[in-house]
Nanobody
Framework: QLQLVESGGGLVQPGGSLRLSCAASGFTLSEYYIGWFRQAPGKEREGVVCISRDGATPTLTDSVKGRFTISRDNAKNTVALQMNNLRVEDTGIYYC????????????????WGQGTQVTVSS
């Protein structure tokens, strides 16, 4: 069975950190392009950061540069998103997703999605 399962979300104060995990089963993450997306209430789904088959890690939105880092653990078949210095505007449901061909900022280019994990940044 093909699965992507996100975990690690929660409630954090502004300036805090969270580490999200995306665990894959039924396929090998390193063979694809894995993106993190987020969606806040009333807003469009937004690409955050991606990791490509060759290990490149393009940032998909300027607002997270210097704060968010994506990484892959091939032994565990997981992708992580380390989020530091969180802001209220980072609040949303965070999804990991698989694309076949490219690290795109367009969510329509991703073929398979996890269920999402809620990140809430609030004082």
């Amino acid at each position: 069975q093909l699965q992507l399962v996100e975990s690690g979300g929660g409630l954090v104060q502004p300036g805090g950190s969270l580490r999200l995990s995306c665990a894959a089963s039924g396929f090998t993450l390193s063979e694809y392009y894995i993106g993190w997306f987020r969606q806040a209430p009333g807003k469009e789904r937004e690409g955050v950061v991606c990791i490509s088959r060759d290990g490149a890690t393009p940032t998909l939105t300027d607002s997270v540069k210097g704060r968010f880092t994506i990484s892959r653990d091939n032994a565990k078949n997981t992708v992580a998103l380390q989020m530091n210095n969180l802001r209220v505007e980072d609040t949303g449901i965070y999804y990991c997703a698989l694309a076949l061909w490219v690290c795109s900022s367009d969510f329509r280019q991703y073929n398979f999605w996890g269920q999402g994990t809620q990140v809430t940044v609030s004082s």
